[in-house]
């Protein structure tokens, strides 16, 4: 049984527009839609999960879901939401970044299906044997050049200024659709709010060159609550591919998104019913500070993206940042982890025969590393007891050695529960 997906998509909060007719169409039986990836990075970011999301609830309303990668596309350059044209890329490191994009792709839809598997597509199949010449004769001549002005995408740019490479993208992109409409009877284009130009671009090719019927939906532009655009942090892009951002910072980017985000992501990048998500609302008001929305949220995104084993490893992580880890927490942190879960603490390097040789934690609180004034204040601390060495307490007498070492490289000292001191050790 087909599920009604524009419906979900209403309650999720993803249907921005959709053309005349789509919803009947879809209820008809299992129809083939597909949304456009941009290759021209080695992989995508959270950005493009609104996308993915969308590919699944498709796929699990019944439908087929065809996820095109633009291999011909990513050497034109789209001139939707950008405001100066891009760098291109050739041939070979676009077909370096498709095969990482299709990785990734793997992980959230589902290509074995025995009803409705997911297909990946590359346009460059398609345009590669098409010349220039070809492309104007058969395709070109079916849409003016007035129509093509009236689209936000090449109004927004005439200003500031625009390539005929770019102005051409929405012919290539709607020559797209016809070909999937003509040879693998898609009849559904999805793409965000910014595309809708693009996408009716091909509706309008298709009726005009082959007299067929296809049909559009797009979902709104995700922002944050402050209205920036979502999927960015301070550093840059969240990414999908672990050796850009870590399950760690990944993870962490989902946990500390603010309560009303986390009530709308929730029903964005899950597969969680809507009875499932209100028991999970109505969890998180009734006692907002333990962030159970949150931690559904990141738990859910982290496992579909980087597995079950990354994100124990990425929860352990972040119970150690809160002090909730031992010593034997601290040993199970590889480097990179030790370096996400304690980025922004004050870091000191000190060299391995300091303490191959040992040292007195008084020295080493306070002239070895200068986590403390002076040695003064050290015997102060420790007379307290609010020193601790790898979350253990430690004395006047104690003999800082390499044994202290966890992972072979760090010690972390720490004055009471807040105040973090990273020491990493050199060869």
Sequence with gaps: MVKNFIEELRWRGLLQDSMPGADAHLSKGPQKGYIGFDPTADSLHVGNLVQIMILVHFQRCGHKPIALVGGATGMVGDPSGKSAERNLLDEGALRHNQACIKAQLERFLDFENAINPAELVNNYDWFKEMGFLQFIREVGKHITVNYMMAKDSVKNRLETGLSFTEFSYQLVQGFDFHWLHKHEQCSLQMGGSDQWGNITTGTELIRRMDGGEAFAITTPLLTKSDGSKFGKSEGGNIWLDAKRTSPYKFYQFWLNVPDAEAERFI???????????????????????????????????????????????????????????????????????????????PQVEVSRKTLDAGVGIIEFLADSTGFLASKGEAKRALKEGSISLNRSKVGEDHIVQSDDLLGGKFLLLQRGKKNYFLVKVSV
């Design 267 to 345: 029903k964005i990048f899950t597969v969680l019913g809507q009875g499932e998500v209100d028991d999970l609302i109505a969890e998180h008001v009734k006692a907002p500070h333990q962030r159970s929305l949150q931690k559904a949220l990141a738990a859910d995104i982290t496992r579909r993206t980087h597995g079950e084993t990354e994100l124990q490893s990425a929860i352990q992580a972040s119970e150690v940042l809160f002090g909730k880890g031992d010593a034997d927490a601290l040993a199970t942190l590889d480097e990179q982890q030790w370096l996400d879960v304690f980025e922004g603490v």
